[in-house]
């Protein structure tokens, strides 16, 4: 019944910026974990960033740091993923993901950790 709706990504040019979002339905947003994972074809789903239920946990994978920032507002039930400095190297679908588990050491970088996904959505960056 928990359902995750990304948007926000499209194409852009290396350098450029974009900025998803995650809406999750409910109104316990903020008892979720949340995560960004990103899937280009032939690869596999891959961790991006996370974020804690009070926001003060965030964790980045080493490819965005400095690049991306994972944010939230619990008010309206959204998680944001700013994504400056973008590279072809970026292009792939973007998906957001939730869970209401504790977190253990690094299970938020696992796909594993989370129990709901959403659609994704593509983001492309051309050179």
């Known amino acids: 019944q928990v359902q995750l709706v990304e948007s926000g990504g499209g194409l852009v040019q290396a350098g450029g910026s974009l900025r998803l979002s995650c809406a999750v339905s409910?109104?316990?947003?903020?008892?979720?974990?949340m995560g960004w994972f990103r899937q280009a074809p032939g690869k596999e789903r891959e961790f991006v960033a996370r974020?804690?239920?009070?926001?003060?946990?965030?964790d980045y994978a080493e490819f965005v740091k400095g690049r991306f920032t994972i944010s939230r507002d619990n008010a309206k039930n959204t998680a944001l993923l700013q994504m400056n400095s973008l590279k072809p190297g970026d292009t792939a679908v973007y998906y957001c993901?939730?869970?209401?588990?504790?977190?253990?050491?690094?299970?938020?970088?696992?796909?594993?950790?989370?129990?709901?996904w959403g659609q994704g959505t593509q983001v492309t960056v051309s050179s």
């Open positions: 974020i804690s239920r009070s926001g003060i946990g965030t």
């Open positions: 409910g109104r316990t947003f903020s008892s979720y974990h």
């Open positions: 993901a939730a869970t209401n588990r504790e977190r253990v050491g690094a299970a938020p970088r696992l796909t594993t950790f989370y129990d709901y």
